[in-house]
């Protein structure tokens, strides 16, 4: 019996639980041989060196890459953040009625009619919503300039391709 539970000892010891990102699993512990020298006083062989500066340049490209897109991530939502955000809204417009009228007087209730604040206050929205409009077509027409620019890049180094030379600077370019 105890030799079975041993067995089963150094079975369990053989692996190990990993959290990956809330992804729980079981792998085989791996083994270190102290007998085996670290990575650093390995010959130098030209064949991994090549391989460590392609890992590094990759590396180094992704960054690139992964900088740009969180660039333009951060300049999208300042554009989403400034199309969402409502302007002030104006005070509502003075009648001519309403400034004629001194202002210790009190209104007699039948000069104003009772729907006259419902409507100063559509008039207030429709114009919040004219100015939001007004943003939104400012936003259309910016990102419809961004992508002209990008697809006017995109054309020209399409063009640029040596295939639309002559066939001998294209064979010239392959041989390269």
Not at 5 to 20: G, K, L, R, T
Not at 47 to 61: G, S, T, V
Not at 137 to 144: D, F, G, M
Request: glycine share 2%; aromatic share 4%.
């Amino acid at each position: 019996m105890a030799a079975a539970s041993s067995a089963a000892f150094s079975d369990a010891d053989e692996w190990e639980i990993c959290n990956d990102n809330g992804l729980v699993y079981k792998r085989r512990r791996r083994r270190r041989h102290p007998e085996s020298p670290p990575p650093s006083a390995l010959p130098d062989d030209p064949e991994a060196e090549l391989r460590r500066h392609r890992r590094a340049r990759k590396k180094r490209c992704l960054l690139d890459l992964r900088d740009k897109y969180l660039a333009e991530l951060a300049q999208w939502e300042t554009l989403s953040s400034s199309l969402l955000t409502s302007p002030p809204l104006p005070p509502p417009p003075v009648t001519a009625a309403a400034a004629a009228a001194p202002l210790g007087s009190p209104k007699p209730s039948s000069q104003i009619p009772e729907w006259h604040p419902l409507v100063d206050d559509l008039l207030s929205q429709a114009e919040a919503q004219e100015l939001m409009v007004q943003k939104l077509a400012q936003t259309c027409e910016y990102v419809e300039s961004v992508c002209e620019e990008r697809e006017r890049r995109l054309v020209q180094s399409i063009l640029d391709l040596p295939i639309w030379g002559s066939p001998r600077s294209l064979i010239a370019s392959l041989s390269d």
